[in-house]
C-alpha cells in the first residue's frame, strides 16, 4: 500500500438540497454499484453522509430553508445498558451513540471511502501499520475538555485494556498495538499487523471519542450512564425503561466532511422514549405524541406507505445476518453433516416470508447482501427438505424413539434454543418456526426466553444448543468477529463466535483475509470464506436486519450513515 494522504473540506458544501433523500444502502454493494449509482445521480448529488431516496416512500418532504429550535421524541422498542462506545455493542445504543459522539472519520455511504471528521487529514504508511492523523483545532468535549492527540490515545488504549470489558470496539481496532501523541493535533497509531478495515472500523459510533476527564471523575461504571463526547447533543438524562433525553451542544462547529450544514444541530432537544409496544409506539406517532419510530411492525408498512402524513423509511444494514448459530463445542453439533441435517429441516424462506412480509429480505450468506464481498453465488446453495433431512438423520444413526423424538446411543437429540426477550425483530417468533419443523423431522427443542443479563451469562457459560445473532459492521472482516477462535464467548467476557468455532485453518484464513491490503484479492478471499462457513454450517443465515422507521410529514433531513444508523444533526422540524 502506498502512503494515502487525506485533508480536510468544508463540511457544509455538499450542493443538497434540504428535504433530499438519499439511501446509503443502495450503493454499497459491489455488483450493484453501477445500476445504484444510477438510482443516485437521479436524486441529485450524493452527500457523504446521505438520507434515504429509494429507501423512503410516503408524504414528500417539506421544503424550505431549515430553521433551528423545536423538540423530537423517537419512539424505540428496547432500553440500553449504557453510552459508552468503548463498551457497548447493540444496535439500539448505536443509534443514540452515533449523536453523542464524533469519530476520527467518516465513511460515504458506498462504503469504500472514508473522509474527514475528528481529523483533518491522515497518512498510512506503505506496509499498513502505522496511522499518522492530524486532529481538527477547536474541538471540545461536552465537559469542557479539549479534543487532543492524548484523548485519541486514551480512547483507543482504554478499549485495548481488557478491564474495560468492551465488547464491539475491541474487535473494530484488530491488532494495535499503541498509540503516541507526538504534538497535540498528532496522533500516531501503530498496529502489529497489516489490517485492511481499521480505517472504514474507525467511523463506527462504537469508535466514538468519549472525554478522558469524565471517564477518569466518574468512573468506568458511572461514565455509561453519564456519557460524555464532542457531537452535536449532550446527554441530559437516562430513566431506566422510560426515556432518554439529549440537548443540542450549542458549540458544536466540526461536523463531518459532507454533513447538510455547519454549526450546531437544529433541534433544541432529542428524546428516545422506550415503548415496547408496536402498537402503542405506531398510535403515538399518529396523535403526534412522538415525531419518528423505530422498527415499524411489518403489518403496518404498506399503510405507512400509504398515508400521506407520514414518510416511511427502510436501511438494509451491512454486516452479518440474523443467523442461528450451532454451539459447536457442545456435543453432538460438533458434527457438520448433523447441522446441515438440521439445517435442510428448517423452512427459513416461510418463516421470513410469514413473519416480516417482504419488509426484510431473507438472508443466504454470513454475510449480508449490503456488505462489500458479498457473494451471491451462495445464495440457494441449500433448500428446505424435510425428507432429506430426516434421511439425512437417519444415515447419521439418529432413529426416532417412542414419542418420536431422535436418539443415538441413548442420547436424544434435542436442542436448547436461546432467545432474548423482550421480542425484538419477532426473533422469539423465529425460535417458535423452528421448534415446529423440527418437530416434524423429529428434534426436540426446548425455547428458552431470558432477559439479556442471563442471557450474556449462559453464552458466557456455553450453556446452549443454539443461539441467535446479527452483527452491523461496515467491513466484511466481521466474519473475524464471528467465526475467529479469538472470539469464544467465556467467562467476564462475551465475545461474537457464538458457533465457539475453534478451527485453527479457518482462523488463518480469516487473518489473512483481514490483512490484504489489495482490494480486489481481498474480496476473493472473501468470497471463498462465505462458501467454506456455508459449507460447513456453523450456522444459519435467516433474515437480513432492515431498520425500519417512520416519522411525521414535518420532519426533515433526517439521514443514515454508511452502516444504517440514523442521523439528526441536519434533521428539523418543518413549520
Not at 140 to 159: K, M, S, Y
Not at 258 to 271: E, F, K, Q
Not at 409 to 420: K, P, V
Amino acid at each position: 500500500m502506498s502512503t494515502q494522504v487525506f485533508s480536510l473540506t468544508p463540511s457544509g458544501d455538499t450542493g443538497k438540497a434540504p428535504g433530499m433523500r438519499l439511501n446509503p444502502h443502495a450503493l454499497t454493494p459491489l455488483r450493484r454499484r453501477t445500476r445504484r449509482w444510477r438510482t443516485a445521480l437521479a436524486c441529485g448529488l450524493i452527500p457523504i453522509m446521505a438520507a434515504a431516496c429509494s429507501g423512503a416512500t410516503g408524504a414528500a418532504g417539506p421544503v424550505g430553508p431549515p430553521k433551528p429550535g423545536g423538540s423530537l421524541t423517537v419512539a424505540i422498542d428496547t432500553g440500553i445498558t449504557g453510552l459508552d462506545p468503548n463498551v457497548a455493542a447493540s444496535a439500539q445504543e448505536a443509534r443514540v451513540l452515533r449523536q453523542l459522539y464524533d469519530s476520527l472519520v467518516a465513511t460515504t455511504p458506498d462504503g469504500t471511502k472514508q473522509v474527514p471528521w475528528l481529523a483533518s487529514a491522515w497518512t498510512i504508511s506503505p506496509d499498513g501499520k502505522t496511522y499518522t492523523f492530524t486532529l481538527r483545532d477547536g474541538v471540545t468535549f461536552h465537559d469542557g475538555t479539549p479534543f487532543d492527540a492524548g484523548a485519541v490515545c486514551f480512547n483507543l488504549d482504554r478499549i485495548a485494556d481488557p478491564s474495560t470489558g468492551s465488547v464491539f470496539a475491541i474487535g473494530a481496532i484488530g491488532p494495535y498495538k499503541s498509540c503516541a501523541a507526538t504534538a497535540p493535533n498528532t496522533a500516531v497509531v501503530t498496529l502489529s499487523a497489516p489490517y485492511a478495515p481499521f480505517l472504514a472500523n474507525l467511523s463506527s459510533p462504537f469508535l466514538g471519542m468519549v472525554s478522558p476527564t469524565a471517564v477518569r471523575a466518574e468512573g468506568a461504571q458511572a461514565f455509561r450512564l453519564k456519557p460524555v463526547g464532542t457531537g452535536p447533543y449532550k446527554f441530559v438524562s437516562y430513566t431506566t425503561n422510560d426515556r432518554i433525553v439529549l440537548a443540542r451542544n450549542d458549540s458544536y462547529a466540526w461536523g463531518p466532511a459532507g454533513a447538510g450544514h455547519s454549526g450546531p444541530a437544529y433541534l433544541d432537544t432529542l428524546t428516545f422514549q422506550i415503548i415496547p409496544d408496536a402498537t402503542v409506539r405506531m398510535g403515538s406517532l399518529r396523535s403526534g405524541a412522538v415525531q419518528m419510530v423505530g422498527n415499524v411492525p411489518e403489518t403496518q408498512v404498506s399503510a405507512v406507505q400509504n398515508d400521506s402524513t407520514l414518510h416511511f423509511y427502510k436501511q438494509n444494514q451491512s454486516g452479518s445476518p440474523f443467523q442461528l448459530h450451532f454451539n459447536t463445542a457442545k456435543a453432538p453439533w460438533g458434527d457438520p453433516a448433523l447441522r446441515r441435517a438440521i439445517r435442510s429441516g428448517f423452512d427459513v424462506a416461510s418463516a421470513v416470508k410469514s413473519l416480516y412480509f417482504g419488509v426484510y429480505d431473507r438472508a443466504w450468506s454470513p454475510l449480508s447482501p449490503s456488505t462489500s464481498g458479498y457473494d451471491r453465488t451462495v445464495e440457494n446453495s441449500w433448500q428446505f427438505n424435510a425428507n432429506a433431512a430426516r434421511s439425512a438423520l437417519d444415515a447419521l444413526g439418529w432413529v426416532p424413539g417412542a414419542d418420536g423424538i431422535r436418539q443415538r446411543d441413548g442420547q436424544r437429540l434435542s436442542i436448547t434454543y436461546l432467545e432474548a426477550s423482550p421480542n425484538r425483530e419477532k426473533r422469539q417468533d423465529i425460535a417458535e418456526f423452528f421448534k415446529q419443523n423440527m418437530k416434524d423431522i423429529g428434534v426436540e427443542v426446548t425455547v428458552k426466553l431470558v432477559q439479556t443479563a442471563p442471557l450474556q451469562a449462559a453464552i458466557q457459560a456455553g450453556d446452549y444448543d443454539i443461539v441467535g445473532l446479527s452483527l452491523v459492521n461496515i467491513d466484511p472482516n466481521v466474519l473475524y468477529s464471528v467465526y475467529s477462535s479469538k472470539f469464544v464467548p467465556k467467562p467476564q467476557a462475551l465475545g461474537f463466535n457464538m458457533a465457539r468455532v475453534s478451527d485453527p485453518a479457518l482462523d488463518g484464513e480469516l487473518l489473512a483475509a483481514q490483512q490484504d491490503l489489495d482490494r480486489t484479492s481481498r474480496m476473493a478471499k472473501y468470497s471463498a470464506l462465505q462458501k467454506e462457513i456455508t459449507q460447513d454450517a456453523f450456522s444459519i443465515p435467516v433474515y437480513v436486519p432492515t431498520y425500519t422507521a417512520a416519522t411525521g410529514a414535518g420532519v426533515a433531513g433526517l439521514r443514515f450513515d454508511a452502516e444504517g444508523y440514523p442521523i439528526f444533526y441536519d434533521t428539523y422540524l418543518a413549520s
